[in-house]
């Protein structure tokens, strides 16, 4: 299955062992809670569904990577307790408490959190002396004679053989104790994660039109090169920061993160090219209503990749566009609850000082989020925001102190007023460059391929689903409704052609 089937597993696992009765008591006793075993080649996001799945879950997480550790700090240190046998005194050795199973009873006492994911990785790697405690814990969940508190799922994951040489393999008694999944990497799946988490559109263009390079493992005879979902993610990250402190992006850069020396190679070369399209093809112009019959007839006779990198360019600056529009929404909606609450006793004592206390009480339950691992990203953008625009009401209210009651909330709601406006335009100025785009594509494309490849794009991506739900495109649905159904016909018609 591919990772965000496995993510729905793990939550749906979870939900299913943790649910009680009308006692109390689990409905699946812990000695029946089989751990998940994700078995599935590195770098595909393993460790990252982790964190989504006890977000989703609303509880604690634990992580650890175990070849990190070693037999002591996995199952404690020895020391020598006096015991009492059949009358007779004994020294004995018992063990400290596990440092993995103390990190989970400080994780609950930080958090307030009782129930949660544990989390081991690598677990198929360990070293000779840790490898039985490994096993111990699959099958008896306990790291030498301290058990994981109950209400605590374990999750491992491990990679096969033939990404690591130093994986041993599990015996049946262990296995016929797991609940085992195997992961495999899929474009398609990651892509849409990659929308979501908005990463850099040069990537995203070039995987359009090399999937097999998404995910690459090769033994060659300079030893392993691999390209990994982890690691076009990272030169993401680190692409958007080299930009915007106006540092080149060189293939010795791209290298680094994907170590495949033709695929790193050839993406530094399709950034260069997808940087001079932007320019060439005008695409903000193009944005902005300013289209050209030059650049019409100019894609409509360009080399196919050519024309997909174009293609994603368009896609790239209306889902910026709509992302930003969306997020300001989920801004405006926090503050806007805020104010509510503000409004209701507006004789209860001074507004900026209310409006203070609210703006602290959203700082603690971020800050709260944060440490129990269940922040998203999004939302704590989305939470500062609101902060920062809550923080100028209240210096609003400071400044005309003179100003009580209903007269000081008008204050306020004047200026929500104007940032609500404000949004408005932005809303408006969204809903024209998605229009902008299908101006040019019909003109460029019409039915063809490359706009099957736009009005997909858009199906995928969490903010433009989100911002079509309101904002009414008649050719988007009309694309949708049409050229889609007829893409999905002829895959079908393919597939019994091939039976």
Same mark, same amino acid.
């Given at each position: 299955?591919?990772?965000?089937?496995?993510?729905?597993?793990?939550?749906?696992?979870?939900?299913?062992?943790?649910?009680?009765?009308?006692?109390?008591?689990?409905?699946?006793?812990?000695?029946?809670?089989?751990?998940?075993?994700?078995?599935?080649?590195?770098?595909?996001?393993?460790?990252?569904?982790?964190?989504?799945?006890?977000?989703?879950?609303?509880?604690?997480?634990?992580?650890?990577?175990?070849?990190?550790?070693?037999?002591?700090?996995?199952?404690?240190?020895? =020391?020598?307790?006096?015991?009492?046998? #059949?009358?007779?005194?004994?020294?004995?050795?018992?063990?400290?408490?596990?440092?993995?199973?103390?990190?989970?009873?400080?994780?609950?006492?930080?958090?307030?959190?009782?129930?949660?994911?544990?989390?081991?990785?690598?677990?198929?790697?360990?070293?000779?002396?840790?490898?039985?405690?490994?096993?111990?814990?699959?099958?008896?969940?306990?790291? #030498?004679?301290?058990?994981?508190?109950?209400?605590?799922?374990?999750?491992?994951?491990?990679?096969?053989?033939?990404?690591?040489?130093?994986?041993?393999?599990?015996?049946?008694?262990?296995?016929?104790?797991?609940?085992?999944?195997?992961?495999?990497?899929?474009?398609?799946?990651?892509?849409?994660?990659?929308?979501?988490?908005?990463?850099?559109?040069?990537?995203?263009?070039?995987?359009?039109?090399?999937?097999?390079?998404?995910?690459?493992?090769?033994?060659?005879?300079?030893? $392993?090169?691999?390209?990994?979902?982890?690691?076009?993610?990272?030169?993401?990250?680190?692409?958007?920061? *080299?930009?915007?402190?106006?540092?080149?992006?060189?293939?010795?850069?791209?290298?680094?993160?994907?170590?495949?020396e033709r695929i790193s190679r050839e993406f530094a070369e399709y950034y260069e090219l997808y940087q001079k399209y932007?320019?060439?093809?005008?695409?903000?112009?193009?944005?902005?209503? $300013?289209?050209?019959?030059?650049?019409?007839?100019?894609?409509?006779?360009?080399?196919?990749?050519?024309?997909?990198?174009?293609?994603?360019?368009?896609?790239?600056?209306?889902?910026?566009?709509?992302?930003?529009?969306?997020?300001?929404?989920?801004?405006?909606? $926090?503050?806007?609850?805020?104010?509510?609450?503000?409004?209701?006793?507006?004789?209860?004592?001074?507004?900026?000082?209310?409006?203070?206390?609210?703006?602290?009480?959203?700082?603690?339950t971020r800050e709260k989020k944060q440490k129990e691992g269940l922040l998203e990203r999004r939302e704590d953008l989305?939470?500062?925001?609101?902060?920062?625009?809550?923080?100028? *009401?209240?210096?609003?209210?400071?400044?005309?102190?003179?100003?009580? #009651?209903?007269?000081?909330?008008?204050?306020?709601?004047?200026?929500?007023?104007?940032?609500?406006?404000?949004?408005?335009?932005?809303?408006?100025?969204?809903?024209?460059?998605?229009?902008?785009?299908?101006?040019?594509?019909?003109?460029? =494309?019409?039915?063809?391929?490359?706009?099957?490849?736009?009005?997909?794009?858009?199906?995928?991506? =969490?903010?433009?689903?989100? =911002?079509?739900?309101?904002?009414?495109?008649?050719?988007?649905?009309?694309?949708?409704?049409?050229?889609?159904?007829?893409?999905?016909?002829?895959?079908?018609?393919?597939?019994?052609?091939?039976?």
């Amino acid at each position: 299955m591919n990772i965000k089937q496995a993510k729905q597993e793990v939550v749906d696992t979870v939900e299913a062992y943790l649910m009680k009765d009308e006692y109390g008591e689990y409905v699946i006793p812990s000695v029946h809670q089989r751990p998940v075993l994700l078995l599935g080649a590195p770098g595909i996001g393993k460790t990252q569904i982790m964190e989504q799945a006890a977000r989703e879950c609303g509880v604690a997480l634990v992580a650890y990577t175990i070849t990190h550790h070693t037999r002591q700090s996995a199952i404690g240190l020895p =020391f020598i307790s006096k015991k009492e046998y #059949g009358g007779r005194e004994y020294s004995a050795t018992e063990y400290t408490m596990s440092e993995i199973v103390a990190s989970i009873y400080n994780r609950m006492s930080e958090t307030g959190l009782s129930e949660g994911i544990l989390f081991i990785d690598e677990i198929n790697c360990v070293s000779e002396t840790l490898a039985p405690a490994m096993l111990q814990f699959l099958q008896c969940k306990s790291f #030498g004679n301290h058990e994981i508190p109950k209400g605590w799922v374990i999750v491992a994951a491990g990679n096969p053989p033939e990404y690591n040489k130093s994986v041993r393999e599990f015996d049946v008694v262990t296995l016929d104790r797991v609940k085992k999944i195997l992961v495999e990497p899929d474009y398609q799946t990651w892509r849409e994660y990659a929308y979501k988490e908005n990463m850099h559109p040069a990537i995203l263009s070039y995987l359009e039109l090399r999937n097999n390079c998404f995910y690459q493992m090769e033994t060659t005879i300079d030893g $392993k090169q691999f390209a990994t979902p982890r690691g076009w993610e990272d030169l993401s990250r680190m692409m958007e920061v *080299y930009e915007r402190l106006g540092k080149s992006i060189t293939a010795d850069l791209v290298g680094q993160y994907i170590q495949h020396e033709r695929i790193s190679r050839e993406f530094a070369e399709y950034y260069e090219l997808y940087q001079k399209y932007q320019q060439d093809y005008q695409i903000t112009e193009i944005l902005q209503g $300013k289209n050209s019959e030059a650049m019409v007839k100019k894609v409509s006779h360009a080399s196919f990749d050519e024309r997909v990198s174009v293609v994603n360019l368009l896609f790239s600056g209306t889902r910026q566009a709509v992302r930003k529009v969306m997020l300001q929404e989920e801004v405006l909606e $926090k503050v806007f609850e805020v104010l509510k609450t503000l409004k209701e006793n507006l004789s209860s004592g001074n507004l900026a000082q209310r409006l203070e206390d609210y703006i602290f009480d959203l700082k603690n339950t971020r800050e709260k989020k944060q440490k129990e691992g269940l922040l998203e990203r999004r939302e704590d953008l989305c939470i500062r925001q609101a902060v920062t625009l809550l923080e100028d *009401y209240a210096k609003l209210l400071k400044q005309h102190s003179e100003v009580q #009651g209903e007269e000081a909330f008008d204050l306020v709601r004047e200026a929500f007023g104007e940032e609500r406006a404000s949004w408005e335009d932005e809303w408006d100025q969204a809903g024209n460059t998605l229009e902008y785009a299908f101006d040019f594509m019909e003109a460029a =494309f019409y039915n063809s391929q490359e706009m099957v490849m736009f009005v997909s794009g858009i199906n995928t991506d =969490f903010y433009c689903v989100r =911002f079509l739900e309101t904002y009414e495109c008649e050719r988007y649905v009309r694309y949708n409704r049409d050229l889609l159904f007829e893409d999905v016909s002829q895959q079908i018609r393919r597939r019994i052609e091939e039976l």
